[in-house]
């Protein structure tokens, strides 16, 4: 067991390699799809399309970007190396993903379906590395709880600066012509800027890290680990905490999904005042900062499914009152956006250290090491469920009457927006709450596995003192 505590300022390089991967997601769930149909001009249908297109590729490209993770030999170490070399292009790929030439519309289908497939490739190999080194890195929960604190307060700033400052960034870059197109550009420039050196700091502050920890600790508890490709896949599916993980996963991405694409809508329609996204902002952080200073609280009481679920639970209460009220009563409506904040900020925050408990579970129970091959899993499952997210907003969209720009819609896409926002979140954290109850019994496992563990090891101890 790698248990031993980590510099300080190693841990608030692996907290700081998450804030890139936290960037793209929140840009993407609340502005892609209205970049494609309000900015570009193409139906939420064809842009549900080619998400699904794009998760389907994804179900091949992620594991196997796993498994290429898993069998890199490099001086800068099988994660390190990735950071390094794919850094610079991710950014690119992500400014080219929210610009559009002036072409035609079969054009810009083509151009948006390259550019996001590529935006999601980019992606992976990434967030497989960034969060395969922290596995690899250390298997201290105390020290990976800190480490997930540092990244949330990462997603704290985030969260009140991306749903709040990009529409009025792009806005102010469309200039007088109004070209919004130019305008997300202008703002996705600085986004990738900042996405791509957030990465290179993640590189070039672990430098010698993973490859002093590859060569110099011994890795004792590890029985058999398999380098082959078809052991490193048979290591994963065995890994049941992993895979359930995963798919109680997509339950959060898929509220964060339909609620980020759907929120300007409803903003803009249903409340007739966009100015509250910066209220909801405000309150998010507020309750995502209190979530942060309960982390390692509630990670000792609860543990980190547990927590989970009752984050959930939280989420589940705070929809209630939102459906009670119709978010007529500006009191409530912040409370409850506190609420909201805590809980779902907080789900992600547990999911990734369940993630990487379950690494540590593989590793005690069947001898695996195969790190970034289970993370390939964990980012599938997350780019999964931000996608279907985006489809069902999609393809919802083409059921009802929606006119692009329009000041009034009919009643029928008011119940739309109002369903994706409070109605359908409410159901999916209910199903996200009973589903890492039942990752809880994984965690139970796990704790009995360690304490056998440090009880071979003083057992090993006391025979050397005899």
Same mark, same amino acid.
Request: glycine share 8%; proline share 3%.
């Given at each position: 067991?790698?248990?031993? /505590?980590?510099?300080?300022?190693?841990?608030?390089?692996?907290?700081?390699?998450?804030?890139?991967?936290?960037?793209?997601?929140?840009?993407?769930?609340?502005?892609?799809?209205?970049?494609?149909?309000?900015?570009?001009?193409?139906?939420?249908?064809?842009?549900?399309?080619?998400?699904?297109?794009?998760?389907?590729?994804?179900?091949?490209?992620?594991?196997?970007?796993?498994?290429?993770?898993?069998?890199?030999?490099?001086?800068?170490?099988?994660?390190?190396?990735?950071? /390094?070399?794919?850094?610079?292009?991710?950014?690119?790929?992500?400014?080219?993903?929210?610009?559009?030439?002036?072409?035609?519309?079969?054009?810009?289908?083509?151009?948006?379906?390259?550019?996001?497939?590529?935006?999601?490739?980019?992606?992976?190999?990434?967030?497989?590395?960034?969060?395969?080194?922290?596995?690899?890195?250390?298997?201290?929960?105390?020290?990976?709880?800190?480490?997930?604190?540092?990244?949330?307060?990462?997603?704290?700033?985030?969260?009140?600066?991306?749903?709040?400052?990009?529409?009025?960034?792009?806005?102010?870059?469309?200039? +007088?012509?109004?070209?919004?197109?130019?305008?997300?550009?202008?703002?996705?420039?600085?986004?990738?800027?900042?996405?791509?050196?957030?990465?290179?700091?993640?590189?070039?502050?672990?430098?010698?890290?993973?490859?002093?920890?590859?060569?110099?600790?011994?890795?004792?508890?590890? /029985?058999?680990?398999?380098?082959?490709?078809?052991?490193?896949?048979? +290591?994963?599916?065995?890994?049941?905490?992993?895979?359930?993980?995963?798919?109680?996963?997509?339950?959060?991405?898929?509220?964060?999904?339909?609620?980020?694409?759907?929120?300007?809508?409803?903003?803009?329609?249903?409340?007739?005042?966009?100015?509250?996204?910066?209220?909801?902002?405000?309150?998010?952080?507020?309750?995502?900062?209190?979530?942060?200073?309960?982390?390692?609280?509630?990670?000792?009481?609860?543990?980190?499914?547990?927590?989970?679920?009752?984050?959930?639970?939280?989420?589940?209460?705070?929809?209630?009152?939102?459906?009670?009220?119709?978010?007529?009563?500006?009191?409530?409506?912040?409370?409850?956006?506190?609420?909201?904040?805590?809980?779902?900020?907080?789900?992600?925050?547990?999911?990734?250290?369940?993630?990487?408990?379950?690494?540590?579970?593989?590793?005690?129970?069947?001898?695996?090491?195969?790190?970034?091959?289970?993370?390939?899993?964990?980012?599938?499952?997350?780019?999964?469920?931000?996608?279907?997210?985006?489809?069902?907003?999609?393809?919802?969209?083409?059921?009802?009457?929606?006119?692009?720009?329009?000041?009034?819609?009919?009643?029928?896409?008011?119940?739309?927006?109002?369903?994706?926002?409070?109605?359908?979140?409410?159901?999916?954290?209910?199903?996200?709450?009973?589903?890492?109850?039942?990752?809880?019994?994984?965690?139970? /496992?796990?704790?009995?596995?360690?304490?056998?563990?440090?009880?071979? +090891?003083?057992?090993?101890?006391?025979?050397?003192?005899?």
């Amino acid at each position: 067991m790698i248990r031993e /505590k980590l510099p300080i300022k190693t841990k608030i390089v692996l907290g700081i390699s998450n804030w890139a991967n936290n960037l793209l997601i929140l840009l993407n769930t609340y502005f892609l799809l209205y970049f494609y149909t309000d900015v570009v001009g193409i139906s939420g249908g064809t842009a549900a399309i080619i998400m699904l297109i794009a998760r389907v590729w994804d179900a091949v490209n992620d594991p196997m970007m796993g498994i290429i993770v898993d069998k890199t030999k490099s001086k800068e170490g099988k994660c390190r190396f990735w950071l /390094k070399y794919f850094s610079v292009p991710a950014a690119v790929v992500l400014f080219l993903s929210y610009f559009c030439p002036a072409v035609s519309t079969p054009g810009k289908i083509a151009w948006v379906s390259v550019t996001y497939i590529l935006q999601g490739m980019a992606s992976t190999v990434l967030s497989v590395s960034t969060n395969a080194l922290i596995a690899r890195v250390t298997d201290n929960p105390d020290e990976r709880v800190l480490i997930q604190q540092i990244s949330s307060m990462g997603d704290l700033a985030l969260s009140l600066t991306i749903p709040s400052l990009t529409l009025p960034l792009a806005t102010f870059f469309a200039g +007088e012509s109004q070209n919004m197109i130019r305008g997300f550009a202008g703002v996705v420039a600085i986004y990738s800027v900042i996405y791509g050196g957030l990465r290179l700091i993640s590189w070039k502050g672990t430098e010698g890290y993973e490859s002093v920890e590859e060569k110099n600790v011994e890795r004792t508890d590890i /029985k058999r680990p398999s380098n082959s490709i078809p052991g490193l896949i048979r +290591e994963t599916i065995r890994n049941h905490y992993a895979l359930l993980t995963a798919v109680t996963y997509i339950f959060y991405l898929l509220i964060s999904a339909i609620m980020g694409s759907t929120m300007v809508y409803y903003f803009k329609y249903n409340l007739q005042n966009t100015d509250l996204l910066s209220v909801y902002s405000v309150m998010v952080m507020l309750g995502t900062l209190i979530g942060i200073l309960t982390m390692k609280p509630m990670h000792k009481f609860w543990g980190n499914a547990r927590s989970c679920a009752f984050c959930g639970g939280a989420c589940v209460v705070g929809c209630i009152l939102r459906w009670i009220t119709m978010d007529q009563n500006f009191v409530i409506f912040s409370i409850v956006m506190l609420i909201l904040g805590f809980g779902s900020s907080m789900i992600g925050a547990y999911s990734i250290q369940c993630i990487l408990d379950s690494c540590t579970y593989a590793r005690l129970k069947d001898g695996a090491d195969n790190q970034g091959t289970v993370m390939a899993v964990f980012t599938f499952s997350q780019k999964l469920g931000q996608a279907l997210g985006g489809v069902v907003a999609g393809w919802m969209l083409e059921l009802v009457p929606y006119v692009a720009n329009a000041k009034t819609q009919q009643q029928s896409v008011l119940d739309l927006f109002f369903a994706e926002n409070i109605i359908l979140p409410m159901i999916l954290a209910f199903c996200l709450s009973i589903g890492f109850l039942f990752v809880s019994r994984y965690e139970k /496992k796990l704790r009995v596995l360690i304490k056998k563990k440090e009880e071979r +090891e003083q057992d090993t101890v006391s025979c050397q003192k005899i």
